[in-house]
């Protein structure tokens, strides 16, 4: 089982664009389909795209569809999340996550019933007007 730091979480400005990384250890990595999510202060966590182990197909939910990009480097164990014309509605501790499915990582939001292998502990990423 792989174990999930993220990073690059911080205070940026609305319009502004925020990378953030997901370091995972072991060499299991690339066993592992990876999503991000983010939970907003009062609100449920959400899915916000995922990446097939190979990192040849990634899904995103439609409210960061054209707006965020996830990226893989198996060589490098590490998950990234490029966001672009963050708003400050996006304001929310975001979280990587890994599981050997990748439909589990699309519907753990949504499904009491599921849950992912491996969370990550949470970055926060503030978006100031």
């Known amino acids: 089982q792989v174990q999930l730091v993220e990073s690059g979480g911080g205070l940026v400005q609305a319009g502004g664009s925020l990378t953030l990384s997901c370091a995972a250890s072991?060499?299991?990595?690339?066993?592992?389909?990876m999503g991000w999510f983010r939970q907003a202060p009062g609100k449920e966590r959400e899915f916000l795209g995922a990446?097939?182990?190979?990192?040849?197909?990634?899904y995103y939910a439609d409210s960061v569809k054209g707006r965020f990009t996830i990226s893989r480097d198996n060589a490098k164990n590490t998950l990234y999340l490029q966001m672009n014309s963050l708003q400050p509605q996006n304001t929310a501790v975001y979280y990587c996550g890994a599981d050997p499915i990748l439909h589990t990582l699309v519907v753990v939001t949504t499904d009491n019933d599921r849950d992912l292998e491996v969370w990550g502990q949470g970055t926060l990423v503030t978006v100031s007007s």
């Open positions: 990446i097939t182990r190979s990192g040849g197909s990634t």
């Open positions: 072991g060499r299991t990595f690339s066993s592992y389909a």
